[in-house]
């Protein structure tokens, strides 16, 4: 149990340095995002460009709106960009486009029950295959243990024992 | 003449196809050798006459001639000649013909190399092959035939796809289907296994090298097309979790895991039951990476619905084999006989961990992936899963794998003492705490997470190289003596340790680039600079030019370090009028590992400026030669089983077997 003591222990700490990850900060996203466009307030720009990494280019195949170059890409940054400049906070904005576009414009889809099966799928095949690897280790070394002796194997070793 | 040869080739390979798929596998079953030699025959012959309907598509396309549809929709008289060739395969015909030429090929590999194979188990094999030739062969011939021709001929064609039109076409598809298709093999192994009933180490040996071979292609194929999308798509990302990417993506993480699997297989004689499980998963992945790609669902589900002859083909291709081979596997696995045993902290206890995390992390590709498909056929709704539901997901899974990482090699067979392989990596742990102490230092405490990403890449780094440095035992036997050592060591202790170091690099890379990357979207006019990178950018002036078959604005960018010209390079921007397309050229300076990459955007209204985007990407180069190391990890590998499996007398390649079961 000690393997699996440490690997919960390796795990742990994974989550918790990866908790503290902004979505989208791994792996960099280039961007579109033409000069006129830009916020002044660069606070308020910086929100805009994190909201846009996580949000879908509806006509494009699988761009974020801060990567595509399509004219509804633009519409939906200056958009965002409205409604930071109004007062909304990041949830607000993201409420507003669902309500507008429908979940599909977000390229994270919601940690909710509908999309359990997604969400679910990589921490239940990693536990699953875990349990059952151990219990297949585990099981296969006591089933395959060295046999004990038979009696008359014993008596044959007492005999070349005796020999000696 | 020559385009009815190839499409005749082509008919005829099928034919050879149907009976390389059956007579071998009936001469296996009754024992009759000559029967069973059909299989070679037939795969070699097959691969000859798909050699032939191949040329002779290429050689349409050389002319340009137009009276073939495919020809006609795809290439253009004016195409640079390189083009007309590697537009061969830019179209969803010619790939097809092209992935069944490399299926062909890798068969025809099995029937010149395997003669030292049971006979058996190469009649079986190569009819498994044969099987999966006979099923793409109809595939193409009823749904995709790129022979078609067009009666009356136009005068001109309709030019490739301008994305298409580079140098990266000539290389990454036929690098990704050697892949790809190679695991082909591995695969066929398993169920020629399967039908025998019968797995041994001699089985490992033999599946390991092709694995290899197929896993050094996919690597280099799948890296290459990331470099080509970064250069090519003008926005300088290098990976976007595209359903694409992950179609390639999934067979590469699953045959990553079987190439580790197999090798506690060949050594230990143990996983042999998960080994077959993962070499018929494996080629699944791919065989569901061709559907994704080729039938068209990606575009759109409803697409797919309205001219589903491709679709429905390759699906039923799919379900047939992945059913039919996971059917057997239900029904015969278990009479397979179980191998040796190990204690959980063991080499191959590290590598069941290592198969763990990588399947677990192609299965969170493969439902990301598949997860909006079956949620729009089944209840109608749309959803988007994009980039930041793999960086969520996947991240998190790498990591505990690339901490093992380094302890594997140093882990004993059997049962390893883990403590001291920690003692051993020392070393390692010091250089990765310094380079997260480092990273910590120049980022005034800021970037936390990009300061244990450098840590886990030296970590890695280190760790890769602290293997060889053990086992030459520099320390006790001194210098001399232990270069010695080094140079003695196997080759695939060097191809372990390559692969694993490559694994480094691309990581500092990714890491590096993901966090320091900066950009700058800014409108220049001729005679304007811009600072990026520590470098000063000065836009020298924007010029038209013509091209062979395109036209372009070239803007032309002098680079400065501290007022000294260093570099220059050239941004433009493309239109081809057959297409009516326009694409971008990024102008990128390499300056050590890492690029300043400057791409041009809309000119502005008067035509006096034009906006222009600089990134400056450190490192980000370590990405794509990291992978090369790994690729190169593999072949030196796989040199080392080449000596091993050209041992000459079986007898004394068995009684090694017996010393290393006693060992």
């Known amino acids: 149990m000690g393997f699996l003591s440490r690997l919960a222990l390796v795990l742990g700490v994974c989550a918790a340095l990866f908790a503290a990850l902004p979505a989208g900060s791994l792996i960099s996203s280039a961007h579109a995002v033409n000069p006129d466009e830009v916020l002044d307030d660069p606070a308020l720009e910086a929100r805009a460009r994190e909201l846009s990494a996580g949000l879908r280019c509806l006509v494009c195949q699988n761009q974020s709106i801060d990567d595509s170059n399509a004219d509804l890409a633009k519409d939906l940054r200056v958009l965002v960009r409205e409604r930071l400049v109004a007062g909304d906070t990041n949830d607000e904005v993201i409420d507003y486009l669902v309500s507008r576009y429908g979940e599909f414009v977000l390229l994270q889809p919601r940690f909710d029950w509908a999309n359990l099966a997604l969400w679910a799928t990589p921490i239940i095949v990693l536990i699953a295959g875990a349990v059952f690897a151990l219990v297949s280790v585990a099981s296969r070394r006591k089933a395959k243990g060295p046999a004990a002796l038979s009696p008359e194997e014993e008596a044959k070793i007492a005999a070349l024992v005796d020999e000696r | ?663």
């Open chain 2, 1 to 663: 003449m020559i385009v009815e040869l190839g499409h005749f080739a082509l008919i005829l390979a099928l034919s050879v196809a149907i009976i390389q798929s059956t007579l071998p596998l009936v001469g296996a079953r009754g024992g009759d050798q000559r029967l069973m030699e059909i299989g070679s025959i037939g795969a070699t012959g097959g691969f000859v006459l798909l050699a032939v309907a191949f040329s002779a598509l290429t050689a349409a396309y050389v002319t340009s001639d137009f009276s073939v549809l495919n020809v006609f929709e795809n290439s253009h008289s004016a195409k640079p000649m390189l083009f007309k060739v590697t537009g061969v395969w830019g179209n969803h015909e010619g790939s097809m013909l092209l992935w069944v030429l490399i299926l062909a090929f890798f068969g025809a590999l099995v029937a010149l190399f395997g003669r030292d194979l049971p006979a058996t188990l190469k009649a079986n094999v190569l009819a498994v092959q044969g099987w999966i030739l006979t099923a793409f062969l109809l595939f193409i011939l009823f749904t995709s035939n790129p022979f078609t021709r067009l009666d009356p001929a136009p005068m001109e064609g309709q030019d490739l796809n301008p994305i298409l039109q580079d140098v990266g076409l000539a290389i990454h598809p036929p690098l990704l289907y050697l892949g790809y298709v190679g695991f082909s093999i591995a695969f066929s192994f398993a169920v020629a296994a399967l039908i025998d009933g019968r797995i041994d180490a001699a089985w490992a040996r033999w599946v390991r090298p092709w694995t290899l071979v197929a896993w050094v292609f996919l690597t280099l194929g799948i890296a290459m097309g990331s470099y080509w999308a970064y250069y090519e798509l003008g926005w300088g990302g290098w990976w976007f979790w595209d359903p694409v990417e992950n179609a390639s993506f999934m067979p590469w993480l699953a045959g990553t895991a079987l190439l580790h699997s197999a090798l506690v297989m060949e050594k230990r004689s143990a996983l042999k039951i998960w080994t077959i499980l993962l070499a018929i998963l494996t080629f699944s992945l791919s065989l569901l990476g061709t559907f994704l790609v080729r039938s068209g669902v990606l575009t759109s589900v409803h697409a797919f619905a309205t001219d589903p002859a491709r679709g429905v083909f390759i699906l039923v291709i799919l379900c047939l084999f992945i059913g039919g081979a996971l059917a057997l596997f239900a029904w015969r696995a278990s009479e397979l006989e179980g191998g040796g045993l190990f204690a959980p902290i063991s080499r191959e206890g590290a590598l069941v961990f290592n198969n763990l995390f990588l399947t677990t992390a192609a299965a969170t590709v493969l439902v990301g992936t598949l997860y909006p498909l079956l949620l729009e056929v089944l209840t109608g709704e749309k959803i988007s899963v994009g980039a930041p539901f793999f960086d969520l997901t996947f991240g998190p899974l790498m990591v505990p794998l690339l901490l093992a990482v380094p302890f594997g090699p140093l882990l004993g067979w059997k049962r390893g003492d883990l403590l001291a392989a920690g003692q051993r990596l020392y070393f390692a742990a010091g250089v990765a705490l310094a380079a997260m102490i480092l990273g910590l230092a120049f980022t005034g405490g800021t970037r936390v997470l990009a300061a244990f990403g450098f840590a886990l890449a030296f970590w890695l780094i280190a760790g890769s190289l602290t293997d060889l440095f053990v086992r030459a035992s520099f320390f006790k036997a001194g210098w001399r003596k232990g270069w010695a050592r080094l140079t003695g060591l196997p080759r695939s202790a060097f191809g372990t340790a390559l692969a694993h170091f490559g694994l480094g690099i691309t990581v500092l890379g990714v890491i590096t680039v993901s966090s320091f990357e900066t950009e700058t979207v800014t409108t220049m006019r001729p005679g304007d600079t811009v600072e990026a990178g520590g470098y000063t950018l000065h836009f020298d002036g924007a010029s038209r030019r013509a091209g062979p078959n395109y036209e372009e604005q070239v803007g032309t960018f002098t680079i400065r370090d501290g007022g000294v010209a260093v570099a220059e390079t050239e941004s433009a921007k493309r239109f081809y009028p057959a297409r009516q397309m326009p694409t971008t050229e990024a102008g990128i300076w390499t300056t050590w590992f890492s690029q300043l990459y400057v791409s041009l955007g809309d000119p502005s209204a008067d035509g006096q400026s034009i906006v222009v985007r600089i990134w400056w990407k450190p490192l980000v180069t370590l990405i794509w030669i990291g992978s090369v190391f790994m690729a190169l990890g593999g072949t030196v590998s796989l040199a080392d089983r080449r000596l091993r499996v050209g041992a000459p007398t079986r007898s004394r390649g068995q009684a090694r077997d017996r010393v290393a079961a006693g060992a």
